[in-house]
């Protein structure tokens, strides 16, 4: 199974002064091309820091997407950090320069220039469905904060990440998870499932959602099988009627 | 002045089923307390990963606030790997147990009772306002998943982390942030204040806005001043009348 973590750069995410869309676009997007995500960080534009981060996540999992820190000022710092963590240098890239060449023509100045300045090793997708190509080191896929930018080069590369599904089903009780802990744990065991015990505090309709998810559906059924048949069937509010693709719109909580 | 980590810890939160709701309120929350949020990460409930980075944020910043895996099932496991980065064991805590026991009454489980087995040195933040004490482990502040329980606990706790206040001002321009990225860098050194550049390419108000923040409102006053000498009039769409504190509800942009 592919594994990935996404690297969200930006003083403005930490802040609270904008609400971050990509990482969570991401995420329902891995899940939905069957990529494992572990890990996702969200850290300020120092070199430093976006360094030593880059490198642990690119030496730890498949793959690496970062968010931010690519435009043409100060604190646009994620490709000089990249250039320091795999200790490379940078150079102007003929390509790139061409596309910000054609796109400014006569408003271009150095400081877009700059966004040309790419550390050596670094290449280039290019896609007819995006203007700018993305760019890619080894394992790490550079992409810009600005959402919708994010996503149409995401979506651009997308496919080359599928790696199979998952699916989900739940199970919603009127039961505290406590009193099936050892259930839980057993059956995610047993059948090799993933199970998520979500208790809802301030819900009217239930008290509590099991998720269970796996690669397979008949094994996400046979583990709800073994559930329904181990809890109290006056406890059971309902069972989703089968299991869907993980990513699909209605599994999200609100 | 105060930095700060943040750790959520779920599964959950990484597959994009559940939208994550306690990062975000935090990090507003630390804002306007005046506290400089340096990373969030977002991991999974797994011993080691949690260990890492706990032990790893505790060495570098002031305070760490940790979401997430406090319950009573198999995938709750802060508490242990709590005790495992710092290399401690884990003993029943008579006073917990006590809360647990007044709570749950007859219908207590191990399961439950397992909820009350701490990191040898854990101490109990106790409040009026909450039911059940805030755990905190040397500066790691250990606070439950379930969004109203996180909030309800951590403004028990809040008015500990006040350290000054951050104001905020921005400029609203129809302009290129290359053409005035030497302006930024200048002003920014100049006035020692946080500028932040975002461009907006699919407003049609504006086409970049300029965020100027700081501890102290004649700081961000005069970077403003600075900047609206620099820049060209035309391209001005409107500067905001004054600094506010940067946890006012309009300086989110959506």
């Known amino acids: ?75 646009d710092v994620t490709l000089e950090s990249i250039a320091g963590a795999f200790g490379v240098g940078l150079e102007r890239n003929a390509t790139l320069e061409g596309v910000l060449r054609d796109h400014f023509q006569e408003r271009i100045t150095d400081a877009h220039l700059g966004m040309a300045d790419l550390p050596v090793g670094m290449t ?72 998520g015990s979500y208790p809802r505090w301030f819900d009217t309709e239930y008290r509590l959602r099991l998720t269970v998810e796996a690669r397979a559906v008949g094994q996400v059924d046979q583990a709800c099988g073994d559930l329904m048949r181990g809890i109290d069937p006056a406890h059971v509010v309902r069972l989703d009627p089968s299991a869907v693709p993980s990513d699909s719109p209605d599994m999200v909580t609100p």
Chains 1, 2 share one sequence.
């Open 1 to 75: 199974m592919k594994t990935a973590a996404i690297v969200l750069i930006g003083n403005e995410l930490l802040s609270g002064k904008i609400r971050d869309k990509n990482g969570y676009y991401l995420m329902r997007r891995l899940r939905g091309l069957g990529v494992d995500l572990k890990r996702m960080a969200v850290i300020q534009d120092i070199r430093e820091d976006i360094a030593r981060e880059l490198e642990s996540c690119s030496a730890s999992y498949d793959y690496v997407f970062t968010s931010g820190g690519v435009g043409p000022t100060h604190d």
């Open 124 to 195: 280039l997708i290019e896609d007819d469905a995006i203007r700018w190509p993305v760019l890619v080191f080894g394992n790490v896929f550079v992409l810009p904060g600005i959402p919708q930018l994010f996503h149409a080069k995401f979506e651009a590369i997308a496919d080359r990440f599928r790696d199979g599904q998952f699916f989900l089903r739940s199970i919603y009780l009127n039961e505290d998870e406590a009193n099936i802990a050892d259930l839980l744990e057993k059956v995610e065991k047993d059948r090799g499932v993933t199970i």
